[in-house]
């Protein structure tokens, strides 16, 4: 290249350096805008998924809440069931035990009261009755 040449080319470049600083600077930042977008997008995308994944296991912990809610509340119940036929079955068998004991009582007291009699008897019947003359 002569001497003309390179100074046209500096003399270009001069007049011209802004211009293609611009354009680099643009192309620069034209290219980090779209790197910066799609980290942008991505984060977003990886955002909403996230979110979702968020809801999907909140929905299921409510769920399983919700079930072991249930699961308490019908155990309560049959709690409260059996402890109520239990009450019941033992009111059962205290109203037949006092039933027994009255009839054990009557009993005793119908053999005491034999008993009573058998020994009132017993001197009569072991004397001899005295014989009558006609």
């Known amino acids: 290249m002569n001497g003309q040449q390179k100074r046209k080319l500096h003399d270009f470049l001069r007049r011209n350096s802004a211009r293609i600083e611009k354009t680099v600077i643009e192309m620069v930042t034209d290219a980090l805008d779209k790197q910066l977008n799609e980290l942008v997008k991505e984060e977003a995308e990886d955002r909403d998924w996230e979110e979702q994944e968020i809801a999907t296991l909140e929905k299921e912990r409510d769920e399983a809440l919700e079930m072991a809610a249930q699961a308490e509340k019908a155990a309560a119940e049959a709690r409260g069931k059996h402890e109520r036929k239990v009450d019941l079955m033992k009111k059962q068998f205290d109203n037949r035990l006092a039933i027994k004991e009255a009839k054990i009582a009557s009993l005793e007291s119908r ?5 009573a009699l058998l020994r009132e008897d017993l001197p009569v019947a072991q004397t001899v009755a ?3 003359e006609s």
């Open 130 to 132: 005295p014989k009558y």
């Open 111 to 115: 053999l005491a009261n034999i008993n």
